[in-house]
Nanobody, 115 residues
Framework: QVQLVESGGGLVQAGGSLRLSCVASRSIFSISVMGWYRQAPGKQRELVARFGSGGSTNYADSVKGRFTIFRDYAKNTVFLQMNSLKPEDTAVYYC?????????WGQGTQVTVSS
């Protein structure tokens, strides 16, 4: 089992930056797929960025060039650096990982971008 704890959300003006953190309860070396999703009010949860199996990295088209996902194995942490934030980035951001056949989610952290 894996527990995921997110932090770093908040209120920021358009054009600003935030860095989200997701700390896993076990070594992320053993986790094949890990990343970030978001859900805005009235919308479906969507992929933002993730590390896929085989070392691939995937980004939603809407965040390419603005967001960067990276990880620190020593801290069992995956980060999401968000730059040039837009009001449409407002959502609850969730950390997710897939280990074997099990899917794990964090509790979410709110990101609000004001215009």
């Amino acid at each position: 089992q894996v527990q995921l704890v997110e932090s770093g959300g908040g209120l920021v003006q358009a054009g600003g930056s935030l860095r989200l953190s997701c700390v896993a309860s076990r070594s992320i070396f053993s986790i094949s797929v890990m990343g970030w999703y978001r859900q805005a009010p009235g919308k479906q949860r969507e992929l933002v960025a993730r590390f896929g199996s085989g070392g691939s990295t995937n980004y939603a088209d809407s965040v390419k060039g603005r967001f960067t996902i990276f990880r620190d194995y020593a801290k069992n942490t995956v980060f999401l650096q968000m730059n040039s934030l837009k009001p449409e980035d407002t959502a609850v951001y969730y950390c997710n990982c897939l280990k074997g056949s099990a899917d794990y989610w964090g509790q979410g952290t709110q990101v609000t971008v004001s215009s």
